[in-house]
Every structure is written in structure tokens, then in C-alpha cells.
């Protein structure tokens, strides 16, 4: 009961929250992109100390060395909500791709816009992909670092996973190392639930796959490092729930 209580006034402070920094974001549609970016990342930060004080659920961020710098394309495991605001910080100056509806959403989606996010139309076949591939080539010659889940949605922690083409089209095509990112967050934050566990939701940046190898070798790669190191996290985060459960 009180796990149930401490997530409603979570998500309520959550809620408010994000809608607070959407009023206070409102200049920067005047400024530099780069402005809309700060704004995220000290959205994503309020959040993750929000969860740490409300649910006791603590972040941990491991092997920040083995992060490239300048562009890259950073390739994480999805299972909540948790790493659309907790990676941001990781980063200098990220973006996500994310599905094009998103940016039909008032305020929230046109800051999308003004953070020169990269939409991508999932039923749109081989032209989606080519238009994701050249927006993402143009932010990456700033310098930018591509936030991309490659299984596209939300899987629970454990599932078997569904990996989708599009990052390694954009590793074929823009020639920049990418980052594995694996994690455990389902576990304490799980999907289409109200509930936020105690304990430590963990990111771990596994070793930058760099330019260079064919698609099919990419893919393997990046898949399975990606499940091992999810799955080693997974796991740690459900031996710490077992010992916490009464």
C-alpha cells in the first residue's frame, strides 16, 4: 500500500512537473535550440531526483568514459518511460528519434520541433527510412548525439525482444560510431502501470561499436551485447526486489 501511495504522488508531481517546465520552456522558442535542450535535461534531472526522494528509486549511470564524443548514435534498450528524460543529461547535446505524432501534441510536441527532434512515420516503409537517415545526418554534422530504441517501443523488462531495422540503416549510413546502452528500468518503473518500486534503476554504456562493419554483422553485435548486458542488469535489479519484497 504504501509502494501504491508514494507512485501516485510520484506520477502527480510528475505530471505537474512536466507541465511547469512546458510554461517555463515557453522563451526559448525565441532562442537557439540549444536552449530547449537545457530546459530537457534539467527537466530529466528534477525527475530523477523526484523518484530518488518520492519512491526511493535511485539511478545509477555506469562506465560514463566508454561514452565517444561528438556525434554518435546512442542505441538503448526501452522498457519505461525512464530513459526518454534520464539519458538526456548523459549527453552534450542530444536528441531523440521519435515517432512523428509526437509532434502533433501541443506545446510538448513543438518543443520536439524547436529541439530539432527527428520524427520518423512507422508505416511510411524504405522513403521513412531514407527521410530519418538524412535528418539524422544533418544534425550529426553538428555534432549532435542520436537517442534511437531499436526495437521502435516499450518492451517489458525480460521480454524476448523485437529489434527493428532502422539503426542499422542509420549506422550503415552515417558513418559514426554507436553507443549500446543497456538497462534495467522495467523492473522498477514497469510499462502501463502506476507503480514505481524502490531501488536502483541502472544504465550501463557498453563499448561503442565503431564504423565500419557490414549490416548483418552490426546487427548481431548490437544485439547481443544489448540483451546480454540487459539481461546481467535484469537479473541484479530482481535479486535486489526479491530481497526487498516482505
Not at 540549444?34 to 528509486?57: D, P, S
Not at 525512464?82 to 501534441?105: C, G, H, S, Y
Request: charged share 20%; hydrophobic share 45%.
Amino acid at each position: 500500500m504504501l509502494i501504491l501511495f508514494r507512485s501516485i504522488l510520484f506520477n502527480v508531481a510528475f505530471y505537474l512537473g512536466t507541465g511547469l517546465w512546458l510554461v517555463v520552456a515557453l522563451p526559448t522558442f525565441f532562442m537557439p535550440y540549444r536552449a530547449i535542450v537545457w530546459v530537457a535535461k534539467t527537466w530529466g534531472r528534477t525527475n530523477l531526483w523526484l523518484l530518488r526522494v518520492i519512491c526511493g528509486t535511485r539511478s545509477e549511470f555506469r562506465h560514463l568514459e566508454r561514452i565517444p564524443r561528438g556525434p554518435l548514435i546512442v542505441a538503448a534498450k526501452h522498457q519505461s518511460a525512464w530513459e526518454t528524460f534520464a539519458l538526456l543529461w548523459l549527453f552534450d547535446d542530444p536528441t531523440f528519434i521519435l515517432k512523428r505524432e509526437l509532434q502533433w501534441i501541443p506545446l510538448f510536441g513543438w518543443f520536439t520541433i524547436k529541439g530539432r527532434m527527428v520524427p520518423v512515420d512507422r508505416g511510411g516503409g524504405a522513403q521513412a527510412l531514407a527521410d530519418m537517415a538524412e535528418r539524422v545526418r544533418k544534425e550529426l554534422m553538428h555534432g549532435r548525439q542520436i537517442i534511437i530504441f531499436p526495437e521502435g517501443t516499450r518492451r517489458p523488462a525480460g521480454a524476448e525482444p523485437k529489434y527493428k531495422y532502422g539503426v542499422t540503416h542509420l549506422y550503415a549510413a552515417c558513418g559514426v560510431p554507436c553507443l549500446p546502452v543497456a538497462l534495467n528500468s522495467g523492473l522498477f518503473w514497469p510499462r502501463r502501470s502506476i507503480r514505481r518500486f524502490p531501488g536502483t534503476i541502472v544504465a550501463e554504456m557498453l563499448d561503442p561499436i565503431q564504423p565500419g562493419l557490414d549490416n548483418e554483422a552490426f546487427f548481431t553485435r548490437l544485439r547481443t551485447e544489448l540483451e546480454a548486458g540487459s539481461e546481467r542488469l535484469f537479473v541484479e535489479g530482481s535479486e535486489h526486489l526479491m530481497k526487498e519484497s516482505p
